[in-house]
T-cell receptor
């Protein structure tokens, strides 16, 4: 068990470009979560998967954001037509049960220039 | 909708002093409550959790938290703070996180 892995660790992109991040959860965890965190703020919930099903998506999430978990294992988060306001740390977490708490990855830091 | 409030943005305590970080929550059903710690440049680490049973829960690093349904609170405590406890602390209710409390420890 190597924990939750996120790739890349850092991403710098020009405004208007598309970016995709990957998350590999702990193998036996069926729940996977994406969060966004900006400096001085708590993690902001983006979306949640149970196995391959996307069960909840934040109303704050614009249609430029999409996430998938095609086989119930790894997940991808894509941001289309990036904006400077998208600059943040994107965190992935996984858990086995709702009551267990999450194991977080180290995050992907996105900078939009 | 679920929400989590951490009233204190920043707290400073002296090393060896006791600590209490406040957390208030609202929830629609059974509360799943958590405290996480984030050290500078580090990922979030789970300190402790509550979802049923004994309302006083013990966590790692000497932390504990008490669930009080009547006050909708889940405050984090530690009897004696160490310099290494300086970090950002987040309370969470299921998938929703508070804004965090930054802890500074004075020598």
């Amino acid at each position: 068990d190597t924990g939750v892995s996120q790739d890349p660790r850092h991403k710098i992109t020009k405004r208007g470009q598309n970016v995709t991040f990957r998350c590999d959860p702990i193998s036996e965890h069926n729940r996977l979560y994406w969060y966004r965190q900006t400096l001085g703020q708590g993690p902001e919930f983006l979306t949640y998967f149970q196995n391959e099903a996307q069960l909840e998506k934040s109303r704050l999430l614009s249609d430029r954001f999409s996430a998938e978990r095609p086989k119930g294992s790894f997940s991808t988060l894509e941001i289309q037509r990036t904006e400077q306001g998208d600059s943040a740390m994107y965190l992935c977490a996984s858990s086995g049960q709702q009551s267990y708490g999450y194991t977080f990855g180290s995050g992907t830091r996105l900078t939009v220039v | 909708a679920q929400s989590v409030t951490q009233p204190d943005i920043h707290i400073t305590v002296s090393e060896g002093a006791s600590l209490e970080l406040r957390c208030n929550y609202s929830y629609g059903a059974t509360p799943y409550l958590f405290w996480y710690v984030q050290s500078p440049g580090q990922g979030l680490q789970l300190l402790l959790k509550y979802f049923s049973g004994d309302t006083l829960v013990q966590g790692i690093k000497g932390f504990e938290a008490e669930f009080k349904r009547s006050q909708s609170s889940f405050n984090l405590r530690k009897p004696s703070v160490h310099w290494s406890d300086a970090a950002e602390y987040f309370c969470a209710n299921d998938m929703r996180f508070g804004a965090g409390t930054r802890l500074t420890v004075k020598p």
